[in-house]
């Protein structure tokens, strides 16, 4: 029996993993990858905001943040395949029909990004697919592409490529983007830059690799189709929350609710970071629930000991 389970090793897990061994509690963190790090790991711009430490990117700011969490003294389990979890009862049962119970568990599963559902996103991945423009802009240099989306990842995506893309076109359903103001301004000021809005994109084209996009305009009867070789897909994150879903109290889009301790409606069930927190997702705030939650257990548990 441990005293903590804590599900998920991002930020958030990671910190509420090193905070429960500061304070001297059994815990095992599980994490589905290979790897440890969340988002952390498709972060390829610099890291800038987390106060006290400047990283050219995520992997270099997890390497920091692991040189404290790698001298605390928890079990970490990697490639874990959780089957179900009992909230109520404390226990999570993995695929191979392993039972873990504990006293409390923390939920830090994050979020993913949300994805389209049309035919060419899966098959396209690593054959003109672009993960990141941060990372990919060089390999996509004098090449036409496509952004899908309109919230401040997209418009970032596309100034980035603009910068050595001859044509980038952003694609968007709603009638205005949601992007921050600089964003929309730098945009209007990029001539390669085309936006259609009240559109959408509805099929990604290729025979190895991506040769085209099939947009629909909203006032049009047919799709048109346009060439490009790349496209980026930046349409929001949804929270991991479908194991807990008939258990916890949710919001209308999936996100945990959490009380002030980051405690969900389940005693002694908290939930940490982005799964909770689709206001502000950010590392610092990842990291802080994950001390608060550690230390919410810790003195419940001492008071009962
Ligand atoms: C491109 C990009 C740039 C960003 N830039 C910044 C920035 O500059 N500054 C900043 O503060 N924030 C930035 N962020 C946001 C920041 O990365 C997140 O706020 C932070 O990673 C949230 O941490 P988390 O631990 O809550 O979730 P995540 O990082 O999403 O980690 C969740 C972990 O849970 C695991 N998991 C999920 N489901 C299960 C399961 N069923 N079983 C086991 N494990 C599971 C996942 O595999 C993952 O490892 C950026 C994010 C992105 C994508």
Known sequence: MHDVLIIGAGPAGLSAA?????????????????????????????VADYPGVKANNGREFLERFSESVGEADFDLWTNVEIESVDLKAKRVTLRSGEALPSIAIIIATGVRRRQLGIPGEREFVGHGIIESANRDRNEFAGKDVCVIGGGDAAAENALLLADVCPTVTLVHRRKALRARPTFTQQ????????VFPESVVTRILGSDKVEAVEILRKDALQPFQMAVQGVVIRIGVEPNTELFREQLQLDDQGYALVASQHETNVANVFAIGDVSNPLAPTISGASGA????????????????
């Open 18 to 46: 090193l905070w429960c061994d500061e304070l001297g509690l059994d815990t095992l963190l599980l994490e589905q990858n290979e790897q440890v790090g969340g988002q952390l790991l498709s972060i390829y711009g610099p």
């Open 187 to 194: 945009l209007q000021g990029q001539h390669c830059i085309t």
């Open 290 to 305: 994950g001390a608060t939650a550690a230390k919410v257990i810790a003195s419940r548990l001492s008071g009962s000991r």
